[in-house]
């Protein structure tokens, strides 16, 4: 139930009810096998936990230097403290360890996360490793055997060499990993025993879900639509979600500084920004003054006169009609 309402994954859960800080009806419990019934008070921390809402999931682009944890023993910065506000209560769907990066899911429902996790699941993680060292495609297609690493066996690798440039202290390589498993630290320890040294580790896609276009530290909730489509069987028929919008959205980010063309309004307390010489400053006119003209320097260009054309009394000539003497002896003026 702890682990359905969001508080943590059942593994985590466990280790709360050891360490005495889950109680129900105000009796601290020491095993998780222990039947809730409705009406019950289970709290943690001595926080009431709610009854859970319907399962939700989202995408983080997750930065270097943030630890998966809510928190962290050496007081390093996690992934929950850089949060936007007004989101759930969420866990992730796995880890990214404090020097990688990429696609993180983050859900409200903790029976979700752990199927999402679980090896037998076999559902496929994309990433993209950067790497120092020196190895063939041929030696990359032995992992799809699996390897065995220091007493840790590891499942069906499929990895493929996308770019390799030689340097002085040897070569660049850049890999794409693709695995089912997800244990910890799984793609450097594997390519470690090839000889290499991973040096940045890129998470592309979780299942059927992918980093796409985030940005570092963005987050975008993933549609009740998709969810059903998607994880309806890895949820609870009365727990999927209903409707085809997400509940939530980024709030919009404001450009820096007045758009092109636009008109600034002068603000109490802010001085206006100095202009061009003669130029008019921005915002509206204090009150009870007239705007002032627009003074022209010395030596600009003002329009010339136009010429006037002395008119005479002579009828003009029809188009067409012939030369030559006018009626009357009349001379051509």
């Known amino acids: 139930m702890l682990a359905r309402a969001g508080v943590a994954s059942r593994r985590e859960v466990e280790r709360l009810i050891e360490a005495g800080r889950v109680a129900l009806n105000g009796q601290v419990l020491t095993t998780p096998a222990v039947k809730v019934e409705a009406g019950d008070i289970l709290t943690v921390d001595g926080e009431v936990v709610t009854e859970a809402e319907p399962a939700r999931l989202f995408r983080y682009h997750k930065p270097i ?58 559902i496929v993680r994309r990433y993209r490793a950067r790497a ?51 244990k910890n630290r799984e793609v450097r320890r594997v390519l470690e025993a090839l000889g290499l040294k991973v040096n940045r580790l890129i998470r592309l896609s979780y299942g059927p879900f992918a980093l796409a276009t985030l940005a570092p530290g963005e987050v975008e909730e993933v549609g009740p639509r998709v969810i059903r489509e998607q994880l309806a069987q890895h949820i609870a028929p009365q727990n999927l979600p209903k409707g085809d919008r997400p509940l939530w959205r980024a709030p919009a980010k404001v450009a820096a500084g007045p758009r092109r063309g636009a008109i600034e309004i002068g603000r109490p307390g802010v001085a206006a920004r100095p202009g061009k010489p003669g130029q008019r400053p921005r915002g509206p006119s204090p ?10 320097k010395a030596g600009w260009a003002k329009p010339k006169p136009k010429p006037v054309i002395a008119k005479t009394g002579a009828p003009k000539r029809r188009s067409g009609a012939p030369k030559g003497p006018r009626p009357g002896g009349a001379k051509r003026g």
């Open 287 to 296: 009150a009870g003054e007239a705007p002032k003209k627009k003074e022209y």
């Open 65 to 122: 230097d943030l630890v998966t944890s809510h928190k962290d023993p050496q007081g390093r910065p996690t992934v929950f403290e850089h949060l936007p506000p007004g989101l759930p209560r969420l866990i992730s769907v796995g880890r990214l360890d404090i020097n990688s990066e990429g696609l993180l899911l983050l859900t409200n429902d903790g029976g979700l996360a752990r199927a999402l996790e679980m090896p037998t699941t076999g």
């Open 132 to 182: 120092r060292g020196r190895v063939t495609q041929e030696r990359l297609d032995t992992l799809k055997k699996g390897i065995t690493v220091e007493g840790v066996h590891y499942g069906a690798i499929e990895a493929t060499l996308d770019k390799a440039k030689e340097g002085p202290q040897g070569a660049n390589l850049w890999i794409t990993v693709v695995l089912a498993e997800g």
